[in-house]
């Protein structure tokens, strides 16, 4: 990982920078209309916070 320039400055080193996360998301798209998106954002935002209560009104449809 550690990279030496040729005048023996800089370069990468070793445990620098910010760990990598252990658990990846998985990156998705879609299309939607303008009032489709703010719905799908709030709700997205309960998902992230709150699975339980996503859980709860998606069982209420």
């Given amino acids: 990982m550690e990279e ?16 990598r996360l252990k658990v990846t998301r998985a990156i998705r ?17 309960i998902v992230k916070h709150d699975p339980e209560r996503a859980k709860r009104i998606l069982q209420t449809e």
């Fill in 4 to 19: 030496i320039s040729k005048s023996g400055r800089g370069g990468a080193r070793a445990g620098a920078g910010r760990p």
């Fill in 29 to 45: 798209q879609m299309r939607a209309f303008p009032e489709e998106w703010e719905l799908i954002q709030a709700f997205a935002r």
